[in-house]
């Protein structure tokens, strides 16, 4: 039987493509709409010919089982490959494997370093176990963790670098899960990073959306590519989108994963204005991934490596060849490495254009050691909104607006990333889809509690 719910989805990322295939799943036909030409939104995989770009280098994995059955039934076996990842810090010249092990710490920088920063870790322990040292900052944890020496060397130019703030400036709250602490163990035998190991689409991220949006235009699900959504109207019972082109479509609800600030802009009747005030202070970094290949082969034993220091402008160096020989040509045999700059979206390198963006390459490529003579080609790839910036406002002001759209929109489901101003992953940003599509259903499931736990996140069930 046809049903008689008509919502409407923004956004064609990991969010609004499974709230569409969970909708599906439940009889409903959505209609999505998407501000860019493509799906997949920050975990698309753009191509120039045989070329793919991962824009962030997107690992697959996860706690849910619900996630890893979607995935799986996406795209077939043959087309998931199993990369152990294996990634670095290059530091004082050195590539020190990450994350940290304590034994490379005490010997891969000389002893003299390996002492100092133990000694240092072992004063830090000490404060701590003395409850003298609980502040929130990131620095402070970061020094809580790893010691004032190894968090300086390791951290701190890096967290200055990617978030483009003072460490002081941001809040701790996403670090326990995505910075693994100092591993002590020894094993034996068998190297601990092989044992990282996470599944990867072999064409890369986007070819798991781009199937996701074959099998709900399979079910009749319209994907409008190219319409920026301006206006969101509601008067109590239907909601009426508004596009750039000034057509709309109307609906009974929403499920939104555009940046909840630019939602808050886009609503009518229009918040008060300490809503829109607050919701103007949630903001972005964006990010420009610069694929390079060299026709000369380096051997670089990593699928990224971070670069903490100021002499280098790139804040993570992606190995795409390490990630799935898919991504280059079949019978190329060079280096095909991503640059990402980490930037505010006003900032020098974002408004200097590819041409400004040239010169910065060419001297990172020197200073890494990577011939730019040998470049055979360049592509660039920019996210405007990558990371939402965490600060000491941002708890307080997302659940304020949170709180004022459930009072006065309760047909409207923010989800995904952006769209509720959380650090997310793919898997976090598709079960806040997925138990958004419950709420519409009147199930008693919170979207904004995925991801809320502190625990180290970086492992999940689908491993192999
Ligand atoms: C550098 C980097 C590395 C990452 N690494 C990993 C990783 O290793 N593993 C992992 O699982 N995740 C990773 N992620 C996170 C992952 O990319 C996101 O969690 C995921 O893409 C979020 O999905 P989403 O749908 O919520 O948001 P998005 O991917 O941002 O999609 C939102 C979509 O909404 C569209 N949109 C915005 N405004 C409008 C509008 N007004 N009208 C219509 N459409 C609009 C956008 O164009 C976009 O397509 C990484 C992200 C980055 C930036």
Redesign the pocket.
């Known amino acids: 039987m046809q049903s008689s719910r008509n919502p409407l989805i923004?956004?064609?990322?990991?969010?609004?493509?499974?709230a569409g295939l969970e909708l599906v799943k439940r009889g409903v036909t959505p209609r999505i709409?998407?501000?860019?030409a493509?799906?997949?939104?920050?975990?698309?995989t753009p191509a120039d010919g045989d070329w793919r770009i991962d824009?962030?280098?997107?690992?697959?994995?996860?706690r849910s089982e619900d996630v890893a059955d979607l995935w799986r039934s996406l795209l077939p076996a043959d087309q998931w490959i199993a990369v152990p990842r294996r990634s670095a810090m290059l530091v004082r010249g050195h590539y020190v494997q990450y994350p940290l092990v304590g034994r490379h710490l005490l010997t891969q920088m000389g002893l003299h370093r390996g002492a100092r920063g133990a000694g240092s870790l072992m004063w830090h322990r000490f404060r701590r176990g003395m409850g003298s040292d609980h502040s929130g900052s990131f620095r402070d944890w970061g020094r809580r963790e790893f010691g004032r020496y190894w968090y300086d060397l390791f951290f701190d130019g890096y967290v200055r670098k990617t978030w483009l703030t003072d460490p002081e400036e941001i809040t701790s709250d996403w670090a326990n899960q995505r910075i693994k602490p100092i591993g002590w163990r020894l094993s034996r035998g068998v190297d601990p990073m092989d044992q990282d190991v996470f599944r990867y689409p072999r064409h890369g991220?986007g070819q798991l959306w781009e199937a996701a949006a074959a099998t709900l235009r399979d079910h009749g699900v319209g994907i409008a590519l190219n319409?920026?959504?301006?206006h969101a109207r509601y008067d109590g019972t239907t909601w009426m989108l508004e596009k750039q082109n000034g057509t709309t479509a109307s609906g009974d609800a929403l499920f939104s994963?555009?940046?909840l600030r630019?939602l808050v802009d886009?609503l009518e009747p229009e918040p008060p204005k300490h809503i829109k005030t607050i919701a103007a202070r949630l903001r972005h970094r964006s990010?420009i991934t610069v694929a390079v290949a060299l026709s000369k082969r380096y051997d670089i034993p990593y699928n990224w490596v971070y670069t903490p220091e100021p002499h280098l402008r790139v804040g993570r160096i992606q190995n795409y060849g390490r990630w799935s020989r898919d991504l280059s040509p079949r019978d190329w045999n060079g280096t095909f490495v991503g640059l990402?700059y980490f930037l505010l979206p006003d900032s020098d390198l974002w408004v200097a254009g590819d041409d400004g963006l040239g010169a910065v390459v060419e001297q990172d490529l020197a200073a890494l050691g990577l011939d730019a003579s040998t470049i055979e080609r360049v592509i660039v790839v920019r996210?405007q909104?990558?990371?939402p910036i965490y600060n000491s406002a941002r708890d307080r002001s997302v659940v304020r607006v949170r709180d004022y759209l459930r009072e006065h929109y309760p047909s409207l489901h923010p989800?995904?990333?952006?769209?509720m101003h959380h650090y997310?992953?793919?898997?976090?940003?598709m079960l806040?889809?997925m138990r958004s599509v419950g709420r519409y259903f009147g199930e008693n499931v919170d979207p904004w509690q995925v991801n809320s736990d502190l625990g180290y996140h970086e492992h999940g069930v689908l491993k192999r």
Request: net charge negative; proline share 9%; charged share 10%.
């Open positions: 923004i956004g064609a990322g990991p969010a609004g493509l499974t709409y998407e501000a860019s493509h799906v997949g939104g920050l975990a698309r824009p962030g280098g997107h690992r697959f994995f996860t991220p319409s920026p959504i301006v994963s555009m940046p630019s886009a990010l990402e996210s909104h990558a990371y989800m995904g990333r952006n769209g997310d992953n793919q898997d976090h940003a806040s889809a």
